[in-house]
Every structure is written in C-alpha cells, then in structure tokens.
C-alpha cells in the first residue's frame, strides 16, 4: 500500500537545473529517512544522497555534492532533489527511496522504492 511517486524529470541542457520530487502515501513518512538513487543505461544503481529522519542531516555522493540539494516537507510527505549545473552524466533514470534505518548510502536497507523518473541531460 504504499506508494512513493517521482515527477519532474525531463530534458535539460548541460548546466541547467531541474527539481524532482517524490511524493510519498501509505507509511509515517517523518519516521523514514528519505534516499535519492540513480540508474545510468548499463550501470548498476548508486547512491545519490539521501536526508535523515532524526535529525534531518544530509549526505551526498561526491559526484553531486555542492550541485545537488535535498530538502523534505513533512507536512506534505514530500522529499525534493534540487538538481543544478547539471551534467551528461547526471544523465539517469532517478529513484526515490524509504529507509527505516536511517542508513545513508546503504541501499540495501531501503524498505520502498518508486518507479523512477527520466532526468536526461543534453549538450
């Protein structure tokens, strides 16, 4: 029953901006901390960074870090990746994930995942 949905990807062009969000039903969402991930055609998923439950600190891989921001709105059960200067190989399909354990990049431990939403970056 529970549903975690991803909007905003697109096109954009080398150097721009995009917001995704992830809009999330079905669970307590102020008690999970909430993951960003990518797929990349022919790569294995990886970590992106994530925001925690408890105390709301952020982690970044260092290929985003100081480009990409996350932010959640509780009261709207809503986590958000503000992308920007983005690059070709941002280019993914992008995921957003719930994780009970508050465990950053360990994807194992993230209990729901959405369907992913296309972020294709051009130049």
């Known amino acids: 029953q529970v549903q975690l949905v991803e909007s905003g990807g697109g096109l954009v062009q080398v150097g721009g901006s995009l917001r995704l969000s992830c809009a999330a039903s079905?669970?307590?969402?102020?008690?999970?901390?909430m993951g960003w991930f990518r797929q990349a055609p022919g790569k294995e998923r990886e970590f992106v960074g994530a925001?925690?439950?408890?105390?709301?600190?952020?982690y970044y891989a260092d290929s985003v870090r100081g480009r990409f921001t996350i932010s959640r709105d509780n009261a709207k059960n809503t986590v958000y990746l503000q992308m920007n200067r983005l690059k070709l190989e941002d280019t993914a399909v992008y995921y957003c994930?719930?994780?009970?354990?508050?465990?950053?990049?360990?994807?194992?431990?993230?209990?729901?995942w959405g369907q992913g939403t296309q972020v294709t970056v051009s130049s």
């Open positions: 994930a719930a994780d009970p354990w508050d465990s950053g990049p360990v994807i194992d431990e993230y209990e729901y």
């Open positions: 079905g669970l307590t969402f102020s008690s999970y901390a």
């Open positions: 925001i925690s439950w408890s105390d709301g600190n952020t």
